[in-house]
């Protein structure tokens, strides 16, 4: 089984480096599929209440919770202080915990609320007071979210999820995680499959004789960042799991970095517009 490294967090926690993603899962599905991704070593799953999975989640993880690095996000339309208090609450019965290792907040939404995004991040904080959430965070902030966090609470966020692969570096959010201590999650890591055929990467999957996907994924892991590929394909999750027996080079590094497109190169919407509230 391969050894996943382990990152400290901010406050002292440790999150592996490589987790499972359970985006597009369906509730149907996602049992079986959680519990493969368990059976192949996987210990960090990634979910949030907007997958609409967390239930089917938490029945495959209770008999291994306390090995497992489980981490779920408060949905767009919970922001309010007390909303978000009760949808954290149905958060932890449906994972089937009293404790979830990472809460994030899904979206800033600075065009929804009135702008108030900093409400619902002092709220997340009684959830760690409490003792339910070891660890919380954000996801999709931008440096301003994060430096208005960091102005009117002094309590910085212990990751911030956010989009990055070859094609979309995200540079400037990554570099001030870096300097304030904030872990960096990539999410879609490897931009859907949409990086998977690009000539730079079938070049160095044929030159380390690795997989397109193991080589995205390891670039992200060589980086820094914690990642934790979707797939419903167990050959895919076995693959995507064996990235710690391969080194890239600098030149090889250097090249995926290169691809990065800007803004252009998001596959996902721009936080600072995005604005759904499920109605
Ligand atoms: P990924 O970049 O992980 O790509 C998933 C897609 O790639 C699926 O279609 C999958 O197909 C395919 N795939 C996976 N592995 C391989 C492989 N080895 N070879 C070829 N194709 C492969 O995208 P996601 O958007 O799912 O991102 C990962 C996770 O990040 C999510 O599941 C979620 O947990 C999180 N996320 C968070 C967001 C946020 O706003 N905070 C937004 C988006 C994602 P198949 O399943 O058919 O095998």
Redesign the pocket.
């Known amino acids: 089984m391969s050894h996943v490294p382990d990152l400290t967090l901010a406050g002292g926690s440790t999150i592996p480096q490589l987790g499972f993603?359970?985006?597009?899962?369906e509730p149907a599905d996602a049992v079986q599929t959680v519990t493969t991704a368990l059976e192949i070593g996987y210990r960090h799953i990634?979910?949030?209440q907007m997958?609409e999975n967390e239930a089917e989640v938490g029945e495959a993880v209770e008999h291994l919770r306390s090995e497992v690095f489980l981490t779920s996000?408060l949905n767009n339309g919970f922001h309010r202080p007390d909303d978000a208090r009760r949808a954290f609450d149905e958060t932890l019965r449906k994972l089937r915990t009293d404790r979830v290792d990472l809460f994030?907040i899904?979206?800033p939404l600075p065009t929804e609320y009135d702008g108030d995004y900093v409400s619902t991040w002092r709220t997340l904080g009684e959830f760690v007071a409490d003792g339910r959430a070891t660890a919380i965070g954000v996801?999709?902030f931008q440096v301003a979210h994060l430096q208005r966090l960091a102005e009117e609470t002094g309590l910085l966020p212990a990751v911030n999820?956010?989009?990055v692969?070859p094609y979309f570096g995200n540079e400037e959010v990554r570099a001030y995680g870096r300097e304030h201590g904030i872990v960096t999650e990539a999410?879609?890591?490897?931009?859907?499959?949409a990086v998977?055929d690009d000539p730079a990467v079938l070049q160095i999957a044929s030159d380390v004789e690795r997989?397109?996907?193991?080589v995205v994924l390891r670039w992200h892991v060589q980086r820094g960042d914690v990642v934790?590929?979707?797939?419903?394909?167990p050959s895919?999750?076995q693959?995507?799991f064996d990235l710690f027996d391969v080194e890239l080079d600098d030149a090889q590094m250097q090249a995926l970095t290169a691809l990065d497109r800007g803004p252009s190169g998001r596959i996902?919407p721009d936080p600072d517009t995005f604005d759904y509230v499920p109605g």
Not at 211 to 214: I, L, R
Not at 228 to 233: G, N, V
């Open positions: 993603g359970t985006y597009q899962i990634d979910t949030a997958y996000k994030l899904h979206w996801s999709n999820q956010i989009e692969h999410w879609s890591p490897i931009a859907q499959g998977l997989t397109p996907a193991q934790f590929p979707k797939s419903s394909t895919r999750m693959e995507n996902g």
